[in-house]
């Protein structure tokens, strides 16, 4: 059998759904060269910014991570200005503003429980944010530090997509789950996705210009938890729904190994979903060099709509 995690994952056909990372904001941040596997804290980024850009994120909803054009990353120093970009991805008030930056510490300054919560203005008056005016971002985890087959699989899918004229496409430091390698992150709708090939990104990648969303292959929306991307994937699998903002969770009852989670249409329809969590078998690496484990995946138990009578009874 195949030696690196995501080979084994794939041959083990283990499900993608609910693997998400979990982020209501997303801000990225163009560092180019080297990353190390902590990429705020070992990269050519100050090391003291990144462990404060660290403390001023953590609970705030919002999750940072570094950003590079794709190909060869030779031992450069500083930019003179960086790209930054920051993304709400919680469906109803979705947005992707952009902005440039020659000091990347003027981030300290941004109001990280609003921009968590989704309001975006400190993003304007710190970096003179604007709305983004191009298309979809998509992120191709990329840090080989992290695990090697983000390298071996996420480079030359993020070379391969850049070649092709695909614009918006940035690796980027960590997206959680190198098992499903390559992975990657559609911005501003937050949805990502795992075992991504060329055409497939690009098939994503035309669905979110047109405000829709690819279920084939995807982990789940990271504006949810783990139990709500899986039921929120599920419903929209049930009745054929793709329209990216048309499904919220907006409620998730129980705890772990069992929720139910309430999943609402903007059409006003719900349907209940039973999630239950279980063990991956035959046990497997999370990663590539770690000891054998049983990863828990988010498995759906049911799927039935509802009434708000129903709900209240």
Same mark, same amino acid.
């Given at each position: ?7 084994? $994952? ?41 462990? %404060? ?5 953590? /609970? ?65 008056? !710190? ?41 918006? !496409? ?5 997206? /959680?789950?190198?098992?499903? $390698? ?9 949805? %990502? ?49 793709? %329209? ?33 969590? /279980? ?35």
């Amino acid at each position: 059998m195949s030696s690196t995690c995501s080979n084994l $994952s794939r041959e083990l056909d283990e499900p993608v759904a609910g693997t998400a990372a979990t982020a209501r904001t997303w801000l990225l941040l163009e560092q180019p060269g080297p990353w190390g596997a902590k990429a705020l804290t070992s990269s050519h980024l100050d090391p003291a910014l990144g462990r %404060a850009l660290e403390a001023a994120a953590r /609970g705030s909803g919002v999750r940072i991570a570094l950003v590079r054009r794709p190909g060869r990353h030779a031992d450069r120093r500083t930019p003179a200005t960086r790209r930054v970009y920051v993304a709400h991805t919680v469906p109803g008030n979705v947005w992707l503003h952009a902005a440039t930056t020659s000091d990347p510490g003027r981030l300290l300054d941004l109001d990280f429980a609003a921009l968590g919560g989704g309001e975006p203005g400190s993003f304007a008056t !710190v970096l003179g944010g604007r709305p983004h005016e191009g298309g979809p971002l998509a992120l191709v985890c990329t840090n080989g530090k992290r695990d090697r087959c983000c390298a071996l699989l996420g480079r030359p899918l993020a070379a391969e997509l850049a070649a092709s004229g695909v614009e918006g !496409v940035w690796e980027v430091t960590h997206l /959680g789950g190198h098992r499903f $390698s390559p992975t990657i992150l559609c911005l501003p709708y937050g949805y %990502a996705y795992g075992r991504a090939e060329a055409h497939t990104v690009k098939e994503v990648l035309h669905g979110v210009e047109k405000g829709r969303i690819v279920v084939e292959g995807c982990r789940g929306c990271s504006a949810w938890e783990r139990p709500g991307q899986t039921a929120e994937l599920a419903v929209r699998r049930a009745v054929g729904e793709d %329209a990216a903002q048309a499904l919220r969770v907006v409620r998730t009852d129980g705890a772990a190994p069992r929720w139910d989670v309430t999943v609402a249409h903007t059409d006003g329809r719900r349907w209940l979903v039973e999630v239950a969590q /279980g063990a991956s078998l035959p046990p497997r690496p999370e990663s590539c060099g770690s000891a054998l484990g049983s990863p828990a995946r988010m498995d759906v138990v049911g799927v039935r709509e509802v009434t708000l009578a129903a709900l209240a009874g």
